[in-house]
């Protein structure tokens, strides 16, 4: 898919929280003595050659270690680095005792020439586990866990346990696939990425993290995800008003990463504040969870921004949908994102047990998505708007545009969006509340719309509903759609192409001046 600039490069600056992970590994091979490891825990870079013949091993270059047990037995010095040849195949845990400092991260990567060195977890929980550290960078690796099939298992987990607040992580450029976990997920669950608070004796949060270029691909049940025993707070429905208080991880930011053929959710952040959710593609989820899962959503957290992400191929209706602002979270904002082709739909705002507000949901692009625009769930809610996007529901394609399913409140002001329906199928309203006013929205062939002042059913004259995205579906020259919004209290002052919102600004998510 071709992008135009603003999609590709633009960002909100934000950073990122941390992490840390737990266990131990086991291998056949002979492990290196206490006495060995001692000494050879001075060097501050460690080589690792599991293809290596058999011979004294060091951990230098010349004379690596030959399995992962043996480096997880080193106390490494401080700011050191653990190498994997590349080209190369270990098997079992990679869990190393160490930590970095300020300028001296602690090092996870490759050496040599070739392929991604490959971390073969064998069936075992934990396959790169990096548990109680700080100032650590991993890269350059692939790392995989078919073995013992739906076992609880993790590609990679970054665990903090009663450990305070852990500064500086980085996973970057790791080729993660065909971790065949159980259907938990949380603190203890099967992921690709699973950044863990765990414990309840010390307040304990991450702080500065980027995950950043990865793949995570065939993994059951969760792609990326941030949990934390540290989440109490009366706003979700998981509330213990006995367990450990409420500490968000800050300066998260996940960005250019790429999901495909997920058992359950792509991306889900928990129980942090200001987090930025960026450039990232998923691409076919909830493939095989027994639970509801949708494709990137934030629960219990604040300020997280979900923007130029895309997101298709999400299967069934259990959830299923691209997208969720979920119960406990404040100051949500998705915008200039693209779903298209997800069975349970675009949106999800759900508050279940809990509550959640201050949601703007802006500038994005849905086409082909079933069953509903934007479904709600038990629980009621206020401060949620849905402003300035464009939904294409082509031929065969069935939808509720907004899906209210209980007739407790549900505040969404809907304003300034295209929604068209083409060819066979339907598109309609079920609003039970109340609560969801319309205004300024172009609504063409859709069925028990209510009043929507403003607006009009004219053809909005999109072009290419079939083309590549988010280029498609933007409006030609001569649209209706042009100047004929209404201004939104804090919109941003561009839109996903980069062009700038006038004033009034078009409906719909293009804010250009038509194109020809």
Not at 221 to 230: C, D, V
Not at 320 to 343: L, R
Request: hydrophobic share 30%; aromatic share 6%.
């Amino acid at each position: 898919m071709t992008l135009p600039m603003p999609w590709r490069s633009r960002a909100v600056r934000t950073a990122g929280a941390a992490l840390v992970a737990v266990a131990l590994a086991a291998s056949t091979a002979p492990a290196a003595s206490a006495t060995t490891a001692s000494r050879d825990s001075s060097r501050h870079v460690q080589y690792v050659d599991c293809a290596a013949s058999t011979g004294t091993a060091n951990g230098s270059r010349t004379r690596p270690w030959r399995t992962l047990d043996q480096v997880n037995r080193l106390h490494l010095r401080t700011g050191s680095s653990v190498l994997l040849r590349r080209g190369t195949r270990c098997t079992g845990t990679l869990a190393p005792q160490g930590t970095g400092r300020p300028g001296s991260p602690m090092v996870i990567g490759a050496y040599g020439q070739g392929a991604k060195p490959v971390i073969d977890g064998n069936g075992n929980p934990e396959t790169l586990l990096l548990r109680n550290t700080q100032w650590v960078e991993a890269s350059n690796l692939e790392i995989t866990n078919s073995g013992n099939p739906g076992r609880n298992k993790r590609g990679v987990r970054v665990q903090l346990q009663d450990y305070g607040t852990g500064t500086h992580y980085r996973l970057t450029g790791l080729d993660i696939h065909d971790i065949l976990g159980d259907d938990t997920k949380g603190t203890e669950g099967s992921a690709g990425i699973l950044f863990s608070v765990t414990g309840s004796a010390v307040p304990t949060r991450f702080d500065d993290v980027l995950v950043s270029g990865n793949t995570v691909r065939t993994v059951d049940r969760e792609g990326i995800y941030f949990a934390s025993t540290w989440n109490n707070r009366p706003v979700h429905g998981d509330y213990d008003p006995n367990g450990p208080g409420y500490l968000p991880s800050t300066r998260v930011v996940v960005r250019g990463n790429t999901l495909k053929d997920l058992g359950g959710d792509g991306i889900v952040i928990t129980a942090t504040d200001g987090t930025l959710v960026e450039h990232n593609r998923l691409d076919g989820f909830q493939r095989r969870s027994a639970g509801y899962n949708a494709g990137m959503w934030p629960w219990n957290a604040d300020n997280t921004v979900f923007q130029y992400n895309e997101v298709s191929g999400g299967e069934t209706t259990r959830d299923g949908m691209a997208y969720d602002v979920d119960e406990g979270t404040f100051g949500t904002v998705f915008q200039y994102n693209v779903s298209h082709d997800n069975a349970g739909g675009f949106f999800l705002v759900c508050t279940a047990t809990g509550t959640l507000g201050d949601a703007v949901i802006r500038y994005n692009v849905s086409r082909d998505d079933h069953f509903r625009g934007i479904e709600t769930c038990r629980g009621s809610f206020e401060g949620v708007r849905f402003h300035n996007n464009t939904i294409h529901i082509g031929a065969g394609v069935s939808q509720t545009v907004v899906n209210e399913n209980t007739t407790e409140r549900h505040g969404i002001a809907f304003e300034n969006n295209i929604v068209v329906k083409k060819g066979p199928g339907t598109a309609s309203f079920q609003l039970r509340s109340g609560s969801v006013t319309l205004s300024h929205n172009d609504l063409v062939n859709t069925a028990d719309a209510p009043a929507n002042p403003g607006g009009t059913t004219a053809d909005p004259l999109l072009s290419d509903p079939t083309g590549p995205l988010p280029l498609g579906l933007r409006l030609r020259h001569g649209s209706p759609a042009l100047r004929a919004g209404v201004p939104v209290p804090g919109s941003p002052g561009r839109d996903l192409y980069g062009n700038r919102v006038g004033n009034p600004p078009n409906m719909g998510a293009d804010q250009g001046h038509g194109t020809r």
